[in-house]
């Protein structure tokens, strides 16, 4: 059971270019959302999914897509990365029937210079 | 909208004191709240939870936190802290059993010997 699953772990990106976070759960959870984590700022939700073919947006989703095709999968999409998203990115997961708390993956830290 | 504070950036205790990380939440609605711990270089790690019933929860590693309605508080409680519990405490809050949780900013706890 390996839980929640985020690659890659680290990335270094151009400004400008474009590039697809990983995301995927083993536990049949509904719900599965994006947050980034910044110094001083918690972690704000990007955005999120409550099932297959469902999505909304949270706190902060300008600059980024998401698609969620299958209940396991949730990619991050940077359209065109910018210095301002250098940050911490975690993806997390839980069921629907019952308010659990998230599980959530291990982060993948990204940098764009 | 909902909302989450910390009002404190940093929490220092002696290891075998008791502790006490505070949260408050503005939420419309019934209030689902939730703390979780993230250790250095970690994703975070669900604690406890709070649904409804008894005002004190208790979660993992001796942790509880209880619930106050009046003053909308959910604080953080440990009757005798361990230098393990070291870390970064968030809480959280939803409305109902909708997917989105919003963080708060975060609390660093230290212990020391």
């Known amino acids: 059971n390996a839980g929640v699953t985020q690659t890659p772990k680290f990335q270094v990106l151009k400004t400008g270019q474009s590039m697809t976070l990983q995301c995927a759960q083993d536990m049949n959870h509904e719900y599965m959302s994006w947050y980034r984590q910044d110094p001083g700022m918690g972690l704000r939700l990007i955005h999120y999914s409550v099932g297959a073919g469902i999505t909304d947006q949270g706190e902060v989703p300008n600059g980024y897509n998401v698609s969620r095709s299958t209940t396991e999968d949730f990619p991050l999409r940077l359209l065109s990365a910018a210095p301002s998203q250098t940050s911490v990115y975690f993806c997390?997961?839980?069921?629907?029937?019952?308010?659990?708390?998230?599980?959530f993956g291990s982060g993948t830290r990204l940098t764009v210079v | 909208a909902q909302s989450v504070a910390q009002p404190e950036d940093q929490v220092n205790v002696a290891e075998g004191n008791p502790l006490t990380v505070k949260c408050t939440y503005s939420?419309?609605?019934?209030?689902?709240l939730f703390w979780y711990v993230q250790y250095p270089n970690r994703g975070l790690q669900f604690l406890l939870k709070?649904?409804?019933?008894?005002?004190l929860v208790k979660g993992s590693y001796g942790f509880e936190a209880e619930f106050n309605k009046s003053q909308t508080s959910f604080h953080l409680k440990k009757p005798s802290a361990l230098v393990s519990d070291s870390a970064l405490y968030f809480c959280a809050v939803s409305r109902s059993n909708a997917g989105k949780s919003t963080f708060g900013d975060g609390t660093t706890l230290t212990v020391k010997p």
């Open positions: 997390a997961s839980k069921p629907g029937t019952y308010n659990y708390g998230y599980t």
């Open positions: 709070y649904i409804t019933g008894d005002n």
């Open positions: 939420v419309s609605g019934n209030p689902y």
